[in-house]
């Protein structure tokens, strides 16, 4: 087990996940620089979602290895994997699970009420998040009484108030209108850019691939050719990062 390049904060190599008989994910290699937002596009059923969990420690891969930090990831214990998972990663997925009986207050601040952080410290933690993402003013309600941009909005919030390390985010403005997710993907992406934190983000959606710093497309569970560089050091950074 060779330790990956120091100068990323996660790294993948030759990643394979199967569901059964079926394979998501067909030896894919990359490597993730601090403060980087990186998008991952490809067509449905590409592997996107497959790589994310993998990357999270969501999944253990069948094959491959996650390096987070320097340390192993794919080496780690389920239980493990889950505490890494509370204190350094945050994650958006597609549609909001929020826990209807919570109020948008509560909802967002319930990874950091799970880290032990104090309730107060935690409720106004959860409010500017809440504010930031224009849903400041539902605080009170619970999800069944915000529409579905809303509910998303208190989604990002929640996983942006632990300030994890590394964020995930699977395809987070599928459900929202065109106006709407444009704004989303502005607030998120300043936050994430001014809090250091990194993005991994699956994306269909051109708009996110041009506030990424870069792009890597997937098809049929395997690295293609098709991410397009976005910033002028793209090209260095891609260089860094395996593909097979
Ligand atoms: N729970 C599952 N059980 C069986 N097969 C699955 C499961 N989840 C995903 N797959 C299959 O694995 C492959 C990769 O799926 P994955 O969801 O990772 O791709 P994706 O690029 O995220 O797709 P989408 O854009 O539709 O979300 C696809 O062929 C998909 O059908």
Redesign the pocket.
């Known amino acids: 087990m060779v330790a990956p390049p120091d100068n990323d904060i996660l790294w993948a190599r030759g990643l394979h996940?199967?569901?059964?008989t079926?394979?998501?994910?067909a030896g894919v290699s990359l490597g993730v620089r601090e403060g980087e937002i990186l998008a991952v596009t490809?067509?449905?059923?590409?592997?996107?979602?497959?790589?994310?969990?993998c990357l999270s420690g969501q999944f253990a891969p069948s094959e491959g290895e996650v390096w987070f930090n320097s340390s192993p990831v794919h080496t780690l214990g389920a239980r493990h994997r889950e505490r890494l998972r509370l204190d350094r990663f945050g994650w958006i997925d597609?549609q909001p699970h929020l826990v209807a009986e919570l109020t948008a207050w509560e909802n967002a601040a319930l990874p950091l009420l799970l880290r032990g952080e104090g309730g107060r410290a935690a409720r106004n933690t959860a409010a500017e998040w809440l504010d930031r993402l224009d849903v400041g003013d539902c605080t009170r309600r619970r999800p069944a009484q915000l529409d579905q941009s809303q509910r998303q909005r208190v989604a990002i919030a929640r996983a942006l108030a632990t300030t994890p390390q590394v964020l995930f985010a699977?395809?987070p403005t599928a459900p929202l209108h065109r106006a709407d997710a444009t704004q989303v993907l502005r607030t998120l992406t300043t936050a994430a850019r001014s809090h250091q934190i990194t993005v991994v983000l699956?994306t269909?959606d051109p708009e996110a691939t041009s506030l990424a710093d870069r792009t890597v497309a997937?098809l049929d569970?395997r690295r293609s050719r098709g991410g397009a560089a976005s910033a002028p050091d793209a090209e260095s950074r891609a260089a860094c990062s395996l593909s097979v």
């Open positions: 996940h199967s569901y059964g079926g394979t998501a994910l490809g067509p449905r059923g590409s592997g996107k979602t497959t790589l994310l969990r597609t699977d395809e699956a269909h997937l569970g």
